[in-house]
């Protein structure tokens, strides 16, 4: 044994909290493992056979001055904003308004993707075109929201995590098939309640084993763990959690082999809570945010699409082109659902009559959003209605 133990090197036991949190290593005269080399030869490299295809969707989805329409909130959100211009919640109903979001004449122009509800992405329009279909003539990649919702986590200081992964791979597959070509899984993470370690290890493992799962079976994965605005907190805890929940997640990914070059993450901006008195303005948001981006997420990462998360409107489209005033190693845009939406649903009402003008505020949106991606917005002309705030405590699609 003595002789044998000299030919044996000794190494550090790395705690990974430390590396997350972003100290320095520090070896301990203590803490060590004694371990045989290791026999490289032995290791493997992930090689998918969806690959290619995974690369080609990512680089339609991160094209200039286009960026993400996501329009799939569940039936019961829906149910929500159809109940908000006096709809009733019926598949009639949200047939006719997701015609008008997809069949916007030269929508293509500022939206590379559109994320669908199951319920959408095998529905046809009012004129019996599939939903799909009609993204696709448009130059829009169809994807799918596939996590199933959030329930309670238990040990947790009253936190979430999301479901899902059982039948993921079999549901993604049929999700393939039917024309989608990315996904989304949208975890979150609450900043009043914590967030404990617990938390954000569930939330940055769950998105993991969904990323491998997607990409093993064709689709682009969005990695979005939103940091919910709700609470009282400045701009500078925003930013310290977030550099936690990005470093576990990367960890994670990592460990997972998923493929960073075939990815789209859907952060939130770095923002102080929705109820500080202090606000931040644009320049402050994108300082803060660029800051994380660049601190947490590889270069290979090809597409930032940032959530609106509550925010106006126009803050969204203001905070989005200060992003944008000088190059960044990843294309910077968006992935709005309410930010879009909203004027659209109150100018269409429910009636038929106004839809080309509801479009119109569609595609008004849009347009403002593609030339904050290619940092050239102005402002100019917004309506006041597109500059109130859309924050709705404990948000849940």
């Known amino acids: 044994m003595a002789a044998s133990a000299s030919m044996i090197k000794s190494f550090p036991v790395l705690v990974k909290s430390e590396w997350v949190k972003g100290q320095s290593l520090r070896q301990s005269s203590t803490s060590v493992i004694r371990s045989p080399p290791i026999a490289f030869s032995a290791l493997t490299i992930r090689a998918g056979s969806y690959d290619d295809e995974l690369l080609k969707t990512v680089k339609t989805i991160a094209s200039p ?14 149910g929500k904003r159809l109940a908000s211009i006096g709809l009733e919640n019926t598949e009639t109903n949200r047939q006719a308004y997701r015609t008008l979001l997809v069949s916007a004449p030269g929508l293509g122009n500022y939206i590379s993707g559109a994320i669908l509800f199951e319920e959408t992405l095998y529905q046809s329009t009012v004129d019996g075109k599939k939903m799909v279909d009609v993204l ?3 130059n829009i990649v169809p994807g799918i929201k596939v ?4 329930v309670p986590l238990a040990g947790s200081n009253d936190e979430s995590w999301c479901q899902g992964l059982d039948g993921l791979a079999s549901r993604s597959a049929a999700y393939y098939e039917q024309g989608a070509r990315f996904a989304k899984w949208r975890t979150v993470v609450s900043i ?14 769950g998105l993991a084993r969904y990323a491998a799962i997607s990409q093993d079976n064709g689709l682009v994965p969005i990695v979005e763990p939103e940091i919910l605005l709700d609470g009282e907190h400045g701009i500078d805890r925003t930013f310290e959690v977030a550099q ?50 660049s601190r947490r997420i590889p270069p290979s990462v090809p597409g930032i699409m940032f959530l609106s998360g509550g925010q106006s409107e126009v803050e969204a489209t203001q905070n989005l082109n200060a992003m944008n005033q ?14 879009l939406q909203n004027t659209c649903l109150k100018t269409w009402g429910g009636r038929p009559e106004n839809v080309k003008a509801a479009q119109e505020a569609l ?26 705030g859309m924050f709705v405590k404990g948000y849940v699609y």
């Open 363 to 388: 595609l008004l949106r849009a347009k403002a959003n593609s030339i904050a991606q290619l940092g050239k917005y102005t402002g100019e002309g917004e309506s006041e209605e597109s500059k109130k």
């Open 326 to 339: 000088a190059p960044n190693p990843w294309h910077v845009s968006f992935s709005y659902a309410r930010a």
């Open 136 to 138: 696709v003539e448009q």
């Open 65 to 78: 001055g286009r960026g993400i329409l996501a329009m799939d909130e569940s039936n019961a959100t829906c």
């Open 192 to 205: 009043p309640n914590g967030p404990t370690a617990l938390a954000v290890k569930e939330a940055a493992w």
């Open 244 to 293: 936690k929940v990005w470093a576990e997640v990367f960890f994670y990914l990592a460990e997972n082999n998923v493929m960073f070059e075939g990815i789209l993450l859907k952060p939130s901006m770095v923002t102080p809570g929705a109820e500080c008195k202090e606000r931040a303005t644009p320049e402050q948001v994108a300082d803060y945010t660029l800051k994380l981006l």
């Open 147 to 150: 996590d199933k919702g959030l």
